[in-house]
């Protein structure tokens, strides 16, 4: 396999940090003004041209911007049966329970050859981890992926007791009880107030795009109480706790009614 320096960027929003510690751009002008002087053996790809060229491949399985385009599964899987494309799954926001799947890969029927995960993985302690497959594994040994921080006991004891709560002790399952609340509630709101355009997403990650911007919403929320983010200019994310309760999840939707109840008619228009 031919060795390549470059960064593919998944459609439409802001994608993870990659290779050469670049940061994927919305426009391919923005991305060649901003950062090709610095990084020029980087080969920026977009999706309008397919992946037919590249030996691996990362798409951010729910975009961090728009929260719950899913990327499409037929063609990529092609591509990479055609040009022996290594596809790496980003699993560091989506995965571990957060969609209601282990990884939400397998929502989209791919099988990736290197999957990285953290975040929700140590529960707030700080750790991550790559899997690779079978196929990734027969290329590597002992020592080739070396890292300062690998190994810490406190953050495996974190990650292995947080795993043993997903896997075993409910966990998932609960997510997936509380996440098909969570969406019934948000479609009903979004039906209840013209100013909704979509509510998408999957399990306890979500996003509601508005006709308007979205900083006025997060801010009126935040002063009742709920912390939700302004991810791309007129959505609305929420990434709630896995723990949280079908009685919370009623909260902070009511919140989110009354504050779309309250803006002027003229807005959802």
Request: glycine share 10%; aromatic share 6%; hydrophobic share 45%.
């Amino acid at each position: 396999m031919r060795r390549r320096e470059f960064l593919m960027r998944s459609c439409g929003g802001l994608g993870a940090l990659a290779f050469s510690s670049l940061v994927a751009c919305a426009t391919p002008q923005a991305a060649k003004t901003h950062f090709a002087p610095r990084a020029k053996r980087i080969i920026f790809l977009f999706m309008k041209g397919g992946p037919s060229a590249i030996d691996t491949f990362d798409p951010k399985p729910l975009l961090d911007r728009d929260h719950g385009k899913p990327f499409p599964g037929t063609r990529p899987r092609v591509a990479f049966a055609k040009t022996g494309t290594l596809l790496i799954a980003d699993e560091v926001q989506t995965g571990l329970g957060r969609t209601g799947y282990p990884f939400y890969y397998q929502a989209l029927g791919w099988a990736p050859d290197l999957v990285s995960v953290g975040k929700a993985l140590g529960s707030g302690i700080p750790v991550g981890a790559a899997l690779v497959s079978e196929r990734v594994a027969k290329t590597i040994s002992a020592g080739d992926h070396g890292t300062t921080y690998g190994g810490n006991l406190l953050a495996c004891r974190a990650a292995a007791y947080f795993l043993e709560q997903l896997t075993d002790k409910g966990l998932l399952d609960h997510v997936r009880s509380v996440s098909a609340h969570l969406e019934r509630r948000l479609r009903t709101l979004a039906l209840r107030h013209p100013v909704v355009v979509e509510v998408r997403g999957a399990g306890l990650m979500r996003g509601i795009e508005l006709k308007i911007d979205a900083t006025a919403i997060v801010e009126h929320a935040r002063g009742h109480g709920l912390l939700v983010n302004r991810t791309a200019t007129r959505v609305v994310r929420l990434l709630p706790p896995l723990t949280i309760e079908a009685a919370e999840i009623d909260d902070a939707v009511d919140i989110l009614d009354g504050i779309f109840a309250s803006l002027p008619a003229e807005v959802g228009a």
